[in-house]
């Protein structure tokens, strides 16, 4: 190509051509949004299994009932609008980072250079790259001036990728140091980080063990529903001779007792309040569940760069025979577009000698050195040591055991005068060796240690060298890190890939595909995994583990598919965030227990009207009062307890072994009492008789909660004492108890009351107490069971 050729080539777009590739829709538009629409968040809160059973239950009785009895239908409310509140702050605070980083450009179009917006830029624009910044778009160089790019947010790869006329720079990069020009020749959708981080989103990522227990409560109570709706209709209807209207209403009482419909609520606002605190701490939790995932991790999959390090290099040290500190100073400040090795130098040997800088050699990645010229001080030569050190040079030796250190080296070396460039001076001396290294978080190895402490495996997964990752790895106590592989000798997949995979602590060179390949066989092999990034290149990886966790320093692709963001960028706050997924976990086991057996003693309710054919023993709006005093408060003050116990597997066993022994002697011992209350040994009306089943239930309601808090603390006698005394107020305060139809009891039904109170919570205390004992006793009568169902086949 001719220079006239050249220079015309480089005037760039003209007005109609930019405005002709707009209206092709040839245009830089990315959708980089940090998260759900409003539409989609609204919807994802809002239409759930949980809300379509509360909602047709609440319709029902709007219809045919008392307002009063609907109540129950807050709880979808309140949930709905935590839930919502929660992920539209998370996306606030995303939005205010994207829109701080996001970067303005040079372009050259009509001969001129011009200012422009990351989405305004169009295909074949010509764009000025320029020490520091950020490439959004896919492009070709034109024209170049020693372009060296930073390639890690992509690659992973920490060493600047110099860059000539005709190569490829992929958006997402930033220049480090050098000047050049490039042409766009894929923007928007079509620029390989927007394919990375479009494909990462299309990922949905599998639900806690909490939810997905939860979401197994709900969907055991939807089957239920319909036979104990109907049971219970037909048993009022015709067995009692209740009004349609009266049916409904009791109907409509047993089916919300089943619902646990407080559950999700109070596991919205337990992980909802753990934001709030993480929030304090600069941790953005941006769905509410990670919380959660992350006190049950396993494995955790670091990044090394902006992670493990600062992603900044230092000056660790300089070898040699003489003071070198005015020479290198000297070199440093005479570079115009220092790389972050010269950085270094420059930031830790900051006082100038005031050397007259009279020519040098810029650095390039083809012969791997830079020179300066001092007059009469000499010619200074700084670079790679196996290029400028003789092949024979002993030092060699020592500059392959600090590189296998994770240690960058270069050497210095002085000649009379400069040597043409990319040439070595034949008089050159070299003088010593400059040793940097990048820099460790200061808080990397105590994080590092704790997660060991608490049998979190932790293997480092980087695109840069093997061995410096290891060495790194090293540093940071990571336990195993001396197993390392390249990532580009695994094997293709399978079992072998798998294998290898489990017992390498160190992946090096890792692209990509290769990072989900590693999170996804690990999760196949029962492991749950988190993973920590912040580049492009951790998109697809950080989607698909267990836990995606993003610096908020890191690109917005990265954020946007993470669920937690730590905005600090310190990986030490990852510790604090266990400990409070802890508590959420514990706590939220522990309120399950109360909510479930509230959901197996209506169970119970449903089988015995419906084989009794008699009427529902409480009103929907007394199911409040109990709901109230003996899950929705106490369950509110259980869930902020202080619980440092680790997360276990077998969330669905342990609350069903409080809860299912619990719920039957509670069902029982009230239907009883209930039906006891109706005959004529006792002789009360249904008003009457409902009462008097609302206060037994309320009564082992509160032993319930004092078996599931045992050993009581103070603060637990005092929230036992305050439930009872608010319990007496309910039916003593005339407006509360006309509201609730709540009625004081006479002495017949109040000794009735007490009886059954009394009975009722032995028989919880047994069964709570021999609880594992029952569990074992029922494991071993089917296991006998099988067994004589085995031998009478083989007969």
């Known amino acids: 190509m001719s220079s006239a050729d050249a220079d015309q080539q480089l005037r760039g777009l003209t007005a109609a051509e930019v405005a002709e590739r707009v209206e092709r829709g040839e245009v830089n538009h990315v959708d980089d949004s940090s998260s759900r629409s409003l539409g989609e968040i609204v919807r994802a809160n809002v239409l759930t299994r949980f809300n379509a059973i509360v909602g047709a239950l609440a319709a029902v009785i709007i219809v045919v009932g008392d307002v009063r009895d609907a109540l129950f239908a807050g709880v979808m409310v309140s949930n709905a609008v935590i839930g919502i509140a929660q992920e539209l702050r ?45 490439v959004v778009v896919d492009g070709a160089i034109v024209r170049v001036d020693e372009l060296s790019v930073d390639e890690s947010l992509l690659t992973g790869e920490a060493d600047p990728v ?15 140091a050098g000047s050049a020009v490039m042409r766009a020749t894929a923007v928007g959708d079509d620029a390989y980080a927007a394919k990375l981080a479009r494909e990462a989103k299309a990922f949905r990522r599998p639900r806690s063990e909490l939810e997905r227990g939860i979401d197994m409560i709900l969907r055991a109570v939807t089957w239920l529903i319909a036979p104990a709706g109907l049971a219970l209709f037909f048993a009022q209807w015709y067995g009692e001779g209740d009004s349609l209207q009266q049916s409904l209403v009791g109907t409509v009482a047993g089916l919300v007792a089943l619902v646990p419909q407080g559950l999700v ?85 900051p006082d100038e000698p005031g050397w007259n800088a009279q020519g040098r050699v810029p650095f390039a990645s083809s012969y791997k050195f830079s020179a300066v010229d001092f007059g009469e001080r000499g010619a200074w030569y700084i670079g790679a040591p196996e290029v400028v050190l003789p092949p024979t040079d002993e030092r060699l030796g020592r500059v392959g055991a600090l590189a296998d250190d994770g240690r960058r080296v270069l050497a210095v070396g002085r000649a009379d005068r400069l040597a043409a460039t990319g040439v070595l001076p034949t008089d050159l001396r070299v003088l010593g060796l400059v040793v940097c290294v990048d820099e460790i978080r200061p808080d990397a190895a105590d994080t590092v240690a704790y997660f060991e402490r608490e049998h979190v495996t932790t293997k ?82 950080l989607k698909d583990a267990d836990l995606g966790i993003a610096m908020g320093s890191g690109t917005p692709a990265a954020r946007s598919v993470a669920e937690i963001v730590l905005l600090d960028n310190r990986f030490a706050t990852l510790p604090g965030v266990v400990a409070e997924g802890r508590r959420v976990i514990a706590n939220i086991e522990r309120v399950a227990r109360l909510f479930v057996t509230k959901t197996v003693w209506a169970a119970v309710f449903a089988v015995i009207i419906g084989a009794a054919t008699m009427s529902y023993p409480i009103l929907p709006r007394q199911l409040t009062v109990i709901d109230t005093l003996t899950i929705g408060v106490p369950g509110f003050f259980l869930s902020f307890r202080a619980s440092h116990e680790p997360a276990r597997p077998g969330f669905i066993r342990r609350v069903a072994r409080f809860a299912v022994p619990v719920g039957i002697v509670t069902g029982v011992v009230t239907m009883v009492a209930f039906g006891i209350a109706r005959s004529e040994l006792v002789g009360l009306d249904r008003a009457e008789s409902q009462s008097t089943a609302t206060i037994v239930l309320t009564g082992l309601g509160l032993v319930a909660i004092h078996e599931l808090m045992r050993p009581l603390d103070r603060y637990d006698v005092i929230l036992l004492m305050s439930l009872t005394a608010a319990a007496i107020a309910a039916w003593s305060i005339p407006f509360v108890a006309d509201f609730f139809e709540l009625r004081l009891p006479g002495v017949e039904d109040g000794i009735l009351a007490a009886a059954a109170i009394a009975v009722g919570g032995l028989g919880i205390m047994a069964a709570n107490r021999n609880g594992d004992r029952l569990v074992r006793l029922a494991s071993s009568l089917m296991s006998r069971t099988s067994r004589t169902s085995r031998v009478g086949r083989q007969k």
Request: net charge negative; charged share 25%; aromatic share 2%.
């Open 90 to 134: 998370s996306k606030a605070t995303l939005d205010r980072l994207t829109l701080v980083a996001a970067p303005r450009l040079t372009a050259i179009r009509d001969d001129a250079r011009v200012e422009v917006g990351r989405d305004d830029l169009v295909l074949d624009d010509l764009l000025v790259l320029s020490p520091g910044d950020q």
């Open 460 to 541: 480092v997964i980087s695109g840069d060298n093997p061995r410096t990752v290891a060495a790194i790895a090293q540093r940071c106590g990571v336990a195993g890190s001396d197993r390392w592989v390249d990532a580009r000798d695994l094997p293709d997949g399978g079992d072998e890939f798998g294998d290898t995979a489990d017992r390498t602590v160190v992946f090096g060179r890792v692209t990509p595909e290769v990072k989900r390949s590693l999170v996804d066989a690990a999760q196949s092999r029962g492991e749950v995994v988190a993973m920590t990034g912040d580049g492009v290149n951790d998109t697809l990886a």
């Open 162 to 176: 110099g860059k000539a006329v005709g190569d490829g720079v992929l958006s997402g990069s930033f220049v480090v």
């Open 265 to 349: 609520l109070l596991l919205s606002m337990t992980q909802a309040a753990a934001v709030i605190r993480l929030g304090r701490d600069q941790v953005l939790v941006q769905q509410l569940q990670a919380v959660e995932t992350l006190a049950r991790v396993t494995l955790l999959a670091t990044d090394k760069t902006g992670t493990l390090t600062t992603g900044s290099i230092v000056l660790e040290g300089i070898e040699a025979d003489e003071p070198l500190d005015e020479a290198l100073a000297a070199i440093a400040a005479a570079d115009p577009q220092p790389d972050p090795t010269m950085s270094a130098i420059r930031t830790a040997l």
